[in-house]
């Protein structure tokens, strides 16, 4: 199957900062890409969806002006955290699709990055 | 809004035996895709098993099945000959034809004991 990546695995960062966290698409080229967040031993959470060369669609609850997702080519989507704080620490999840755009077409996750806000 | 629900927060299941997942669902759609996930301790979401709702013929991967009852909105997910390697969660997801985000059920924790 296709490949996505994520980069960092894991990050610690001082209260105030901001992290930026790439989701890539190796071996294919993902119109769209899906940011979730997972708290310990619950479910994936939908963030925001990133299409290719627009802005992102953020779901409700979720601030935009905190998490900033850039989407600027067909294999890299960001997010970046801004000002985090303690509370925003959590493991953050993207997932791609092809883009062929069909429904059934298999999302293909990256591997997840840990943050840690002290 | 559509929405996935599994009752079952934890499973355990000896080696070599049969346990089966249970998933619901809510939608006003007709046609939509049904899919379980397996997240290991690595975190590293994978797919399992996958179903297209025009399709009466339950899917099939290997030691995995599912039991698809569309009229009930019921995806169960069933594991045969349980191995050490089937611990894991599991997420029930459901996605719409326009093919916008998964949705995930809360997920059930599967243990399997020797």
């Known amino acids: 199957g296709a490949v996505v990546s994520q980069h960092p695995s894991r990050v610690i960062c001082k209260s105030g900062t901001s992290v930026k966290i790439e989701c890539r698409s190796l071996?294919?080229?993902?119109?769209?890409m899906f940011w979730y967040r997972q708290f310990p031993k619950q479910s994936l959470m939908l963030m925001a969806t990133s299409n290719e060369g627009s802005k992102a669609t953020y779901e409700q609850g979720v601030e935009k002006d905190k998490f900033l997702i850039n989407h600027a080519s067909l294999t890299l989507s960001t997010l970046t955290v801004t000002s985090a704080h303690p509370e925003d620490s959590s493991f953050y999840i993207c997932s791609a699709s092809s883009a062929s755009g069909r429904a059934i077409d298999e999302q293909f996750f990256g591997p997840g990055t840990r943050l840690t806000v002290l | 809004a559509q929405t996935v629900t599994q009752s079952q927060p934890e499973m355990s299941v000896q080696e070599a035996e049969t346990v089966t997942l249970s998933c619901t669902y809510d939608?006003?759609?007709?046609?939509?895709?049904l899919f379980w996930y397996k997240q290991p301790p690595s975190r590293q979401m994978i797919l399992v098993i996958r179903?297209?709702?025009?399709?009466?013929q339950n899917a099939t991967e290997n030691r995995f099945s599912v039991n698809f009852q569309k009229a009930a909105k019921s995806f169960s997910l069933k594991i045969s000959d349980s191995q050490l390697g089937d611990a894991a969660m599991y997420f029930c997801?459901?996605?719409?034809?326009?093919?916008?985000?998964?949705?995930f059920g809360k997920g059930t924790t599967l243990s399997v004991s020797s």
């Open positions: 071996d294919f080229q993902a119109t769209t």
């Open positions: 179903q297209e709702a025009y399709k009466q």
């Open positions: 939608t006003s759609e007709s046609d939509y895709y």
């Open positions: 997801a459901y996605r719409n034809q326009a093919g916008t985000a998964l949705i």
